[in-house]
């Protein structure tokens, strides 16, 4: 009763373009949460870099089949134009459109169709806190009038994104929205919120499930907090 009251309770969140819009909220992960790293398989190469396992893959894809829905019942019979922001989304990506594929299946309801396209971004701060941003890949001329819906692993700071969507509608697309698999409760948020979000994540350095450091982790399946070993063993020697 009480997840289903939360389900439907829509909160008026504030776009980076001013637009306001509703989103569903997403599952709080608190902030003492965490699940036991001899009760789950975690790769061997990395015991003893991580301190916690945060979300099990188990639950992260159990988490975007209902995010798959809310974005099925959102778009009903509309094409979106999915754009993937690499490389850290791309695991929730494929997660994601293997759960729309699904909906393929069942033409007697709603589905959404869609295309994709993969980008790498790079923001750097300005002096304005809206920054500037680097967008590499992708073919940006074909947003013109579609329904874009950009597939982020983390919106933590929010600067990436606040950076990007202006660019994103500057090229003619029909609407921008952003799913992001995890949201961040840092200090250092810009306010910015995704429209689709999976967990709302303490303010910790979460690695796997194609989140890195430096490179490292991409290969687990889990979301795990790195530990104080994982950070000095994989933090690059600069000299
Ligand atoms: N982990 C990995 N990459 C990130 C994070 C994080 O917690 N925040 C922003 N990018
Ligand atoms: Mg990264």
Same mark, same amino acid.
């Given at each position: @009763?009480?997840?289903?009251?939360?389900?439907?309770?829509?909160?008026?969140?504030?776009?980076?373009?001013?637009?306001? &819009?509703?989103?569903?909220?997403?599952?709080?992960?608190?902030?003492?949460?965490?699940?036991?790293?001899?009760?789950?398989?975690?790769?061997?190469?990395?015991?003893?870099?991580?301190?916690?396992? @945060?979300?099990?893959?188990?639950?992260?894809?159990?988490?975007?089949?209902?995010?798959?829905?809310?974005?099925?019942?959102?778009?009903?019979?509309?094409?979106?134009?999915?754009?993937?922001?690499?490389?850290?989304?791309?695991?929730? &990506?494929?997660?994601?459109?293997?759960?729309?594929?699904?909906?393929?299946?069942?033409?007697?309801?709603?589905?959404?169709?869609?295309? &994709?396209?993969?980008?790498?971004?790079?923001?750097?701060?300005?002096?304005?806190?809206?920054?500037?941003?680097?967008?590499?890949?992708?073919?940006?001329?074909?947003?013109?009038?579609?329904?874009?819906?950009?597939?982020?692993?983390?919106?933590?700071?929010?600067?990436? @994104?606040?950076?990007?969507?202006?660019? +994103? %509608?500057?090229?003619?697309?029909?609407?921008?929205?952003?799913?992001?698999?995890?949201?961040?409760?840092? %200090?250092?948020?810009?306010? &910015?919120?995704?429209?689709?979000?999976?967990?709302?994540?303490?303010?910790?350095?979460?690695?796997?499930?194609? +989140?890195?450091?430096?490179?490292?982790?991409?290969?687990?399946?889990?979301?795990?907090?790195?530990?104080?070993?994982?950070?000095?063993?994989?933090? %690059? %020697?600069?000299?």
């Amino acid at each position: @009763m009480m997840a289903v009251e939360q389900d439907r309770r829509a909160r008026n969140v504030r776009l980076a373009s001013g637009d306001a &819009f509703s989103r569903r909220d997403p599952f709080v992960i608190g902030d003492q949460l965490s699940f036991p790293l001899d009760m789950f398989s975690v790769p061997h190469h990395y015991k003893g870099d991580v301190k916690e396992i @945060m979300i099990p893959h188990g639950l992260v894809i159990d988490r975007i089949q209902k995010l798959a829905k809310d974005i099925r019942h959102d778009y009903a019979d509309t094409t979106i134009h999915l754009l993937c922001v690499l490389k850290g989304g791309s695991a929730y &990506f494929q997660d994601l459109i293997t759960a729309l594929r699904r909906f393929h299946d069942h033409a007697d309801h709603s589905y959404v169709p869609f295309t &994709f396209d993969f980008i790498k971004v790079k923001s750097y701060k300005g002096v304005s806190s809206t920054g500037s941003v680097q967008i590499t890949g992708g073919d940006l001329a074909a947003l013109e009038g579609k329904n874009v819906l950009v597939v982020e692993d983390i919106i933590d700071t929010g600067l990436t @994104m606040e950076s990007l969507l202006p660019v +994103l %509608e500057a090229r003619g697309a029909n609407s921008v929205r952003v799913t992001s698999l995890l949201e961040k409760r840092t %200090e250092l948020s810009s306010g &910015f919120r995704g429209h689709y979000v999976g967990f709302s994540i303490p303010d910790k350095f979460v690695v796997g499930y194609c +989140l890195d450091f430096n490179e490292f982790f991409r290969d687990m399946d889990h979301i795990c907090v790195i530990s104080d070993r994982g950070i000095e063993r994989f933090t %690059e %020697e600069t000299r």
